[in-house]
T-cell receptor
Framework: GQQLNQSPQSMFIQEGEDVSMNCTSSSIFNTWLWYKQDPGEGPVLLIALYKAGELTSNGRLTAQFGITRKDSFLNISASIPSDVGIYFCAGRRNTGTASKLTFGTGTRLQVTL | SAVISQKPSRDICQRGTSLTIQCQVDSQVTMMFWYRQQPGQSLTLIATANQGSEATYESGFVIDKFPISRPNLTFSTLTVSNMSPEDSSIYLC?????????????FGPGTRLTVT
């Protein structure tokens, strides 16, 4: 099945630095979601975006729904060690409980002190 | 959100055997989903499970290999049948719960399966 492409695949950054990652698709999605997965855990929903152009924040995290509806971006400001993990974007075409999610390939973030 | 638990959390199984994974939610939900996450990979949807009806499987996944039960609104099981080493993965259940004016998926902690 289709997967969304995430960039970068992995990144090492120093504590306190800002982080940017993106997610692109060849087709349109009407909802974009960002999840974080810690080792040995299931993904945790961080941010949900429902409208093209929308910019939404959750603490130090800010995500944007691309105007073309084919991409989304996640920024983390002033990174801290607990930001370590894998960040997945996910897209959904329709609303409602039966709507399937398509997941991105993931961005692995490692933070050094 | 919802509190989701899975059993077992991990298991090591021999090839040719079957394992049943349980998913329990602390509230009634209409839709439950089962995903597979192969080592170092992203999440792939196996099937969508509705209470009282047959599960809907994604391309590449069949009921004989991954039978699913959904006996009530808080519980589901996924069986991985006739296992081979290629079935070594994390298996995750998720549920769609009311959130932000729509429904969003929340995930359980996963079951880490190793097949030898």
């Amino acid at each position: 099945g289709q997967q969304l492409n995430q960039s970068p695949q992995s990144m090492f950054i120093q504590e306190g630095e800002d982080v940017s990652m993106n997610c692109t698709s060849s087709s349109i999605f009407n909802t974009w979601l960002w999840y974080k997965q810690d080792p040995g855990e299931g993904p945790v929903l961080l941010i949900a975006l429902y409208k093209a152009g929308e910019l939404t924040s959750n603490g130090r995290l800010t995500a944007q729904f691309g105007i073309t509806r084919k991409d989304s971006f996640l920024n983390i400001s002033a990174s801290i060690p607990s930001d370590v993990g894998i960040y997945f974007c996910a897209g959904r075409r329709n609303t409602g409980t039966a709507s399937k999610l398509t997941f991105g390939t993931g961005t692995r973030l490692q933070v050094t002190l | 959100s919802a509190v989701i638990s899975q059993k077992p959390s991990r298991d090591i199984c021999q090839r040719g055997t079957s394992l049943t994974i349980q998913c329990q939610v602390d509230s009634q939900v209409t839709m439950m989903f089962w995903y597979r996450q192969q080592p170092g990979q992203s999440l792939t949807l196996i099937a969508t499970a509705n209470q009282g009806s047959e599960a809907t499987y994604e391309s590449g996944f069949v009921i004989d290999k991954f039978p699913i039960s959904r006996p009530n609104l808080t519980f589901s099981t996924l069986t991985v049948s006739n296992m081979s080493p290629e079935d070594s993965s994390i298996y995750l259940c998720s549920v769609a719960v009311p959130d932000r004016g729509t429904y969003e998926q929340y995930f359980g902690p996963g079951t880490r399966l190793t097949v030898t």
